[in-house]
């Protein structure tokens, strides 16, 4: 499994964007780039996934390096719902999601 | 139909017991996983099945975990002999699956397993 690199913990403050890093320099061609997060005691949700082209929806942005060995999801307006750990997840596929340790991100009100 | 389904939320059983874990996917979903997710660690990926049958369980620790699904919907994860260190959060996901298609998981709350 390709593997990704993300900061331990992050911290911003309500109502600032957010810019998660995260570093995937094995990726392949064919590997999708997830991100999911996972609220305090909840089951992990789907954020946002892209492949080559920056991708937007309603609960965030990916913004995917030209060379994509790196990605950045992009929380426009933090709000402190938005504490959570934070997943990117290499997938090709049907393959399992195969999660890391993720990013703790801390709201500030 | 709400989201993904498990049963029970929170299981507590003695050392040496066995266990049967519930899992009611999203209808209509062809792809359902089973994770287990310690304190402060990610989701730990145990086994996928699409339909009926398990097309990787390559995270299965041992020969005491189990899991089916039968008739290609509901699944249950069956634990012989509990040790205390099978103690876990242990998920269920959906999702759609198919030749070309990629979408998202679904994910249920978990049930909380305590072997004491």
């Known amino acids: 499994d390709a593997k990704t690199t993300q900061p331990n913990s992050m911290e911003s403050n309500e109502e600032e964007p957010v810019h998660l890093p995260c570093n995937h320099s094995t990726i392949s061609g064919t590997d999708y780039i997830h991100w999911y997060r996972q609220l305090p005691s909840q089951g992990p949700e789907y954020v946002i996934h892209?492949?080559?082209s920056n991708v937007n929806n309603r609960m965030a942005s990916l913004a995917i390096a030209e060379d994509r060995k790196s990605s950045t999801l992009i929380l426009h307006r933090a709000t402190l719902r938005d504490a959570a750990v934070y997943y990117c997840i290499l997938r090709w596929g049907a393959q399992k999601l195969v999660f890391g340790q993720g990013t703790r991100l801390t709201i500030n009100p | 139909g709400a989201g993904v389904s498990q049963t029970p939320s929170n299981k507590v059983t003695e050392k040496g017991k066995y266990v049967e874990l519930r899992c009611d996917p999203i209808s209509g979903h062809t792809a359902l996983y089973w994770y287990r997710q310690s304190l402060g660690q990610g989701p730990e990926f145990l086994i996928y099945?699409?339909?009926?049958?398990?097309?990787?369980d390559s995270g299965l620790p041992n020969d005491r975990f189990f899991a089916v699904r039968p008739e290609g919907s509901v699944s249950t994860l069956k634990i012989q002999r509990t040790e205390r260190g099978d103690s876990a959060v242990y998920l269920c996901?959906?999702?759609?699956?198919?030749?070309?298609?990629?979408?998202?998981?679904?994910f249920g709350q978990g049930t909380r397993l305590t072997v004491v």
């Open positions: 892209g492949l080559t």
């Open positions: 099945f699409q339909g009926t049958g398990a097309a990787d």
């Open positions: 996901a959906s999702s759609l699956e198919g030749a070309g298609r990629l979408t998202e998981a679904f």
